[in-house]
């Protein structure tokens, strides 16, 4: 599976097409507070997963969204 975050989603729909990897269902969100609220809709259990995602400006915006979807894909099951 391939999981865009806050990437581009046209880089992310070419690197599913080229390595013939489906878009991962997610949702991401925000709670009032201002919490980051990760759903991953589809079974990642036993599957390979490539996350994108920028690290650009916002800096830790960005980096802490990565960190928190690489935990959610490991609790999911994902492989390695």
């Known amino acids: 599976f391939i999981i865009?975050?806050?990437?581009?989603?046209s880089l992310a729909a070419q690197i599913a097409s080229a390595t013939k990897f489906p878009l991962a269902?997610?949702?991401?969100?925000?709670?009032?507070?201002?919490?980051?609220n990760i759903k991953i809709?589809?079974?990642?259990?036993?599957?390979k997963v490539i996350?994108?995602?920028?690290?650009?400006k916002p800096i830790n915006n960005n980096f802490l969204l990565l960190a928190l979807l690489a935990n959610a894909v490991k609790h999911a099951g994902a492989s390695y």
């Open 4 to 9: 865009n975050a806050s990437a581009n989603n």
């Open 41 to 47: 809709l589809d079974r990642l259990q036993n599957q």
């Open 25 to 36: 269902k997610i949702k991401i969100s925000k709670f009032a507070d201002g919490a980051w």
């Open 51 to 56: 996350i994108i995602q920028s690290t650009y």
